[in-house]
């Protein structure tokens, strides 16, 4: 039975609530780690907030310049995206965040770890297999999960116990962010028929309507500059989202199919992350050797399933990174971004390593492809297709 336990806290309702019932159904004591991973706020009131609750003790670590280059930018050069729409935004945050639980869990002795997840979330499945990953060894608890309480009931239960909250009944949607994106869902959403409110957008809210472009450059797959201004990781990623979704592009509305098997309406706003995997992907286009890149296209749907599933820290996953670090070498320049009033596109992009070669490409007078050599090129390329029809198919009864 657990002693000790550190808590992955959000200072939201559920962790609140989680971290009095802790302490008074499972009689443990509560350290509370908060991780800021670019989400914001106040976070001496979030370490308030779980001290009131009843918490030994509240640590805030603040992982973001780390969840950018550990995460974000590996899952870029992946050019990840979950059933080819979503960019991985709570996929990816979890591996950090339970990182730092461990880490903290070792700290203060803790012989447990706690998250607020629910029993048919995807984000418990990432919890609980990251963690015992890092450490088999430690106990994972889900007070959520066995519970019993409604919303309602939490709200209540938090007023009996004087934990400052700031839920109500009347807020009905629930809202995961971090410098990767943003995730909306519950309320009239949950009917995937029901057109998502307005209200529920934030990162993607329309201001600007003149055309503009915005160049992002790449060393070897990484982001290091925008309009030639080198930034930081989380720089850039603050600066690119804020820009593109000033058009309000970068909306997602799938139905996805959780790991817990069921299937469930989501909404994201990610204008950063769609519109870096964009450039990303496009420069490889011109940099990327032909096997190379559709290999590379093969292996980024399995990636992608791996991060939403909680395995990102599997062996699998390690190889595939190997095998993307090593394709992004030559991925070095600028592509251009053209924004509109609810649009982004590339119509650019530039490499001193590029293998895109306008002797061979153009039509014009310096043509350098050696078009005599296509004839006997050609008739071997389908030359088993030929015998077939033939032998075979629709030449056979002439």
């Keep these: ?79 990840a995206l979950y059933e080819g729409k979503y960019p991985l935004v709570s996929a990816l945050s979890r591996p950090v965040i339970v990182k730092h639980l461990v880490e903290a869990a070792r700290q203060f002795g803790a012989d447990a770890v706690a998250h607020g997840c629910t029993g048919k979330g995807n984000d418990q499945v990432r919890f609980e297999v990251s963690t015992r990953a890092l450490a088999p060894d430690l106990e994972v608890l889900a007070p959520v999960r066995v519970w019993g309480m409604t919303r309602e009931d939490a709200i209540e239960y938090a007023a009996t116990h004087d934990i400052p909250i700031t839920a109500s009944k009347e807020k009905l949607y629930s809202i995961d962010d971090n410098l990767w994106g943003r995730a909306i869902e519950c309320g009239e959403m949950e ?20 055309e503009r472009e915005l160049v992002i450059a790449f060393d070897q797959g990484v982001p290091v500059a925008v309009d030639g201004k080198e930034l930081g990781l989380v720089e850039i990623v603050e600066e690119v989202g804020a820009v593109v979704g000033s058009y309000g ?57 791996l991060v939403y599933d909680g395995l990102w820290f599997s062996p699998l996953r390690n190889s595939l990174d190997a095998f993307i670090q090593e394709s992004q070498k030559p991925v070095t320049g600028e592509v251009r971004l ?61």
């Design 249 to 305: 592009w970068g909306r997602i509305d799938m139905v996805e199919n959780r790991r817990v098997g069921i299937k469930s309406r989501e909404t994201y706003e990610c204008p950063a992350s769609l519109a870096l995997i964009l450039a990303h992907a496009d420069l490889e286009s011109v940099t990327l050797e032909r096997d190379l890149a559709r290999e590379k296209q093969r292996l980024e749907i399995r990636y992608a399933e």
């Design 1 to 79: 039975m657990a002693k000790r336990v550190v808590l992955a806290y959000s200072g939201g309702l559920d962790t609140s609530v989680a971290v009095r019932w802790l302490i008074e159904k499972q009689g443990v004591e509560v350290i509370a780690l908060a991780a800021d991973v670019g989400q914001g706020g106040d976070w001496d009131a979030v370490k308030e907030r779980a001290l009131a609750a009843g918490a030994a003790d509240a640590v805030v670590v603040d992982c973001r310049e780390e969840f950018a280059r550990d995460f974000c930018v590996p899952a870029l050069k992946a050019n």
């Design 191 to 210: 009917d995937p028929w029901a057109a998502p409110p307005q209200g529920v957008w934030s990162l993607t809210v329309p201001t600007q309507s003149d």
């Design 338 to 398: 053209l924004l509109g009033p609810g649009r982004c596109i590339v119509n650019g992009r530039r490499s001193d390593w590029s293998l895109y070669d306008y002797g061979l490409a153009t039509y014009d007078a310096a043509d350098a492809f050696r078009h005599e050599d296509a004839e006997g090129f050609v008739r071997l390329w389908g030359l088993g297709l030929e015998t077939w029809a033939a032998r075979q198919g629709p030449g056979r009864d002439r």
